[in-house]
């Protein structure tokens, strides 16, 4: 209860002083001013850096192709670009721990290395499922171009939001459900007409045989994406780069694994992980190394939707690269496709699409004797929350890094 300016809790008598709206304000807006440029700063490093390489993936991966075919083996190119990630995690452990101060555990400790490898075996899941998707990359290239990928692969965006509610309990407005709706409107106008006529594979009809990979390309990394990120930020703590060690070692051995199956399948032959590769090739390992790299900090520090949104960007770059270097026509359904997807996108990050708090975040706990509580001591608790949250919060968070060096 309230009285002379003070809020005192009824269960444990503990008292706090009621800050005025107009003090609470500012101390909240300086707070989040401060806090939010950085991760805004954050963001748009993020996205800028997502839509240049996820955009420029389809087309390594068209320009790899001989003759329509891969004359390398594409578990080969997943299996180098995993060890080239596991190579970059190990040399920012070691900058990393070189940088550490006096007396705070060492990162290339024994005992910080088996720790974090018990607390962080959830990250084997995502590994395998990412292992899944890589293939799949490449064999949804025989059957669709570039951009007509990079839309389909936008469909993950409805599923991982599904996904989120679920598992993570994340919620969102009817105009973010909405958005998402519209995304979906979007690609469907793209797909109209993409795939050619009377092909096959596989002894069926293309469109059959498309849709059953687009059904797997959907769901598999979306279960992907929100377990990596629901395992990266369950041990927040852990050095990113360590937790980076562990997926794309994990990664490695499953694509080791899937080598070793087609040595068996297909003669000892294709054991040559290099056999068939190009410059082409090699450029797309090392881009898909760095879009990995670049997925796990989406992950950690901002979100999986964001990552998703900004690969939707990626998809007006992967158009005008297909029509100035592959020949690929723009035609009137993909411009009209990409108009409805970035409506999609401004409606769902729209401040009006944010969902609004039933309780408010820095609300006093008062007990269940408190839940009929008048409105005016709800307006109280949470200024007062807001005010202790800017108070605490300023001075470390201008300390801190934003990311881990």
Not at 45 to 71: A, R
Not at 311 to 332: D, R
Not at 340 to 352: E, R
Not at 389 to 404: G, Q, V, Y
Request: aromatic share 12%; net charge positive.
């Amino acid at each position: 209860m309230q009285r002379n300016g003070v809020l005192e809790c009824s269960v444990c008598h503990s008292t706090v002083a009621v800050p005025s709206p107009r003090s609470v304000s500012r101390a909240y807006d300086k707070h989040h001013s401060k806090i939010s440029s950085k991760y805004r700063a954050l963001n748009v490093l993020l996205v800028s850096g997502d839509c240049i390489l996820v955009g420029l993936q389809p087309i390594l991966v068209f320009m790899s192709k001989v003759d329509g075919k891969f004359q390398f083996s594409p578990i080969s190119v997943n299996f180098l670009t995993e060890v080239a990630k596991v190579i970059f995690a190990i040399i920012m452990l070691i900058i990393q721990s070189r940088k550490q101060k006096v007396g705070e555990k060492p990162l290339l400790s024994f005992s910080t290395f088996a720790q974090a490898a018990r607390n962080n075996v959830l990250l084997a899941v995502p590994a395998l499922l990412y292992a899944i998707n890589n293939y799949l990359k490449f064999i949804m290239q025989l059957y669709f171009n570039p951009a007509t990928v990079k839309m389909l692969s936008n469909l993950k965006v409805l599923v991982i939001a599904v996904l989120l509610k679920i598992i993570m309990r994340r919620k969102f407005s009817i105009i973010q459900w909405e958005a998402l709706a519209l995304l979906l409107i979007g690609i469907s106008v793209n797909q109209l007409r993409s795939v050619p006529e009377g092909t096959n594979a596989f002894g069926l009809p293309v469109t059959t045989i498309a849709y059953i990979y687009t059904l797997i390309f959907v769901t598999v990394p979306s279960f992907a994406s929100v377990f990596n990120e629901y395992a990266l930020k369950s041990q927040f703590d852990t050095s990113i780069y360590l937790q980076n060690l562990f997926l794309y070692g994990y990664g490695a051995i499953f694509n080791f694994l899937g080598i070793l199956g087609t040595v068996i399948f297909q003669g000892p032959e294709s054991f040559d992980i290099l056999r068939g590769h190009s410059r082409a090739t090699m450029f797309l390992i090392c881009n898909n190394a760095a879009q990995g790299i670049l997925s796990s900090f989406f992950f950690k520090y901002a979100d999986t939707i964001l990552k998703k949104y900004s690969s939707t960007v990626a998809t007006i770059f992967t158009g005008l690269a297909s029509a100035a270097f592959l020949g690929q026509p723009l035609t009137v359904n993909f411009l009209l496709g990409i108009s409805i997807v970035f409506i999609s996108m401004h409606q769902f990050f729209s401040p009006l699409a944010k969902v609004k708090d039933e309780k408010p975040a820095g609300a006093v706990a008062l007990g269940d004797t408190q839940n009929h509580r008048s409105s005016e001591s709800s307006f109280v608790n949470m200024t007062a929350g807001a005010a202790a949250d800017a108070s605490h919060l300023s001075a470390t968070d201008e300390k801190r890094p934003l990311l881990p060096i």
